[in-house]
């Protein structure tokens, strides 16, 4: 409930809220398992996140709260895997206190409510890495355990790829090493978890390489090697980034921070390979450090223990998440609800949609259109920038056909004026074509109407 209760009040944040609730939003009346953007294959992420969204939008229609039930899921796995370490260290009491502060820790309360893949990889990464942990804490039910570990790591993988299964790895396997503990080793191959972890994540990735042959290479080599090891994608921050966002992003509880760190332990160590993992390649961003936080809130409820003003550093918590989301849907930027609202009054059978100047990845959504929209450029010249625009050309890649149908170019737009149908255009002032004549005015763009040329060819009659 302190969850969802505010979920649902901001605007869709762009581009990415409206990237994923679209891709969601299309796989509704596409095949349920090829993700899709703008009708196009979409292979940056894998589509664990867009079924339960898919799921939510059955029984809530397309509504900001559904886009974002797969980061609600995430931050409630998060909660759960927290209460089962805690619980199991220091008995309910002390998980009852870890997972209060946890609620209160403003990055994880705006992280459960940001539609992207971050929260729900860090729900899954922090259910396997305590799974693990109880299975080779001896005792009942290790193999019961191993395999939860396993199914957790599978979807990991299939919420945001190979980090749900590297993370845990990381996490947990050096310990193992360092105090030669091959019995245990041993038991983290057993292949029954093994099975269990093909079971989950193979299928859908097999499928998708069996549909289009390329997706192996685009999936894992380019949007994981190649987005870690290299320079070239979006959002550079320095190596120390997360050394700023981990404080700031806790407050109030980061106050005692240091004093929690001095504690050591294992779960330090979670949070080192964290940041440490993170902090390597150059481009980041702050929801990437999610699966720190079980272990940080760990540390920050023992180090507020029996303080000094305790009750009033988790009350100003609880007041800052409260307040942070009227705040961010008072003073954020819009989405395109009302162009969305505008288009849908206007749409009439064979009326086509185009968009121009920035990404309008929430439209198809908003205006809940039957077909996606086609997207204007100079889609023959190839983009060497990681923006949009390189999304939708990679996603193009996959099929072709399709792509020609959705990207078109100037001399596409002058044959398609030509054609029955009206089209619809959506683009800023700045990209608006000079005969356009606008129709509606909205909080970030405009809805004009192209009209049709004055000079058409024309059609040749049969005979």
């Not at 809220?17 to 196009?40: H, I, K, N, Q, W």
């Not at 998060?78 to 089962?84: H, K, N, R, Y």
């Not at 969305?340 to 009439?348: N, V």
Request: proline letters at 9%; charged letters at 15%.
């Amino acid at each position: 409930m302190w969850l969802t209760a505010l979920a649902g009040w901001r605007p869709v944040a762009l581009p990415d809220e409206g990237r994923y609730g679209g891709v969601a939003y299309e796989m509704l009346s596409g095949d349920g398992l090829t993700p899709t953007l703008f009708g196009l294959p979409y292979f940056h992420k894998p589509p664990l996140m867009y079924w339960v969204d898919m799921a939510a939008m059955h029984l809530l229609g397309p509504s900001p709260l559904a886009l974002r039930a797969a980061p609600l899921l995430g931050a409630w796995l998060l909660g759960l895997a927290l209460w089962i370490e805690a619980r199991a260290a220091d008995g309910p009491g002390n998980a009852r206190r870890a997972l209060a502060w946890l609620a209160v820790l403003p990055l994880f309360y705006l992280g459960g409510q940001y539609a992207n893949h971050d929260m729900l990889v860090a729900g899954w990464i922090s259910l396997a890495v305590v799974a693990a942990r109880r299975a080779f804490a001896g005792g009942g039910h290790r193999l019961a355990w191993l395999c939860g570990a396993w199914a957790a790591m599978g979807l990991g993988l299939l919420s945001k790829g190979l980090i749900g299964v590297v993370l845990p790895g990381l996490i947990v396997l050096p310990g193992l090493l360092r105090e030669r503990r091959w019995t245990d080793l041993r038991l983290a191959l057993h292949p029954l978890g093994l099975t269990v972890f093909a079971a989950v994540a193979l299928p859908w990735m097999l499928a998708m390489q069996q549909r289009y042959p390329g997706f192996f290479d685009y999936f894992i080599v380019e949007q994981h090697f190649h987005r870690y090891t290299e320079g070239r994608f979006n959002n550079a921050h320095p190596f120390w980034f997360y050394l700023v966002v981990l404080p700031l992003g806790t407050l109030p509880a980061s106050l005692r921070l240091w004093p929690a760190l001095r504690r050591g332990g294992f779960a330090l160590w979670w949070i080192v390979v964290i940041v440490g993992f993170f902090s390597l390649p150059r481009s980041k961003l702050v929801g990437y450090v999610l699966p720190a936080l079980l272990p940080l809130a760990l540390m920050l409820a023992e180090a507020w223990r029996d303080r000094r003003g305790e009750r009033w550093a988790w009350a100003a918590g609880a007041l800052l998440c409260a307040g942070l989301v009227p705040a961010l849907a008072h003073w954020g930027a819009p989405d395109h609800a009302d162009l969305g609202a505008a288009l849908r009054q206007r749409m009439a059978p064979g009326d086509r949609v185009l968009l121009a100047g920035e990404p309008f990845f929430d439209l198809r959504l908003q205006a809940q259109l039957a077909a996606p929209p086609a997207v204007l450029g100079n889609w023959d010249r190839p983009e060497p920038r990681d923006n949009w625009r390189r999304e939708l050309a990679d996603a193009a890649r996959f099929d072709p056909l399709r792509g020609e149908q959705v990207l078109w170019t100037p001399a596409r737009l002058a044959r398609e004026r030509c054609q029955p149908g009206r089209i619809w255009l959506l683009a800023t002032p700045r990209d608006e074509l000079p005969d356009a004549r606008p129709v509606f005015t909205g909080r970030r763009a405009t809805l004009f109407e192209l009209p049709r040329p004055a000079q058409c060819p024309q059609p040749v009659s049969p005979g």
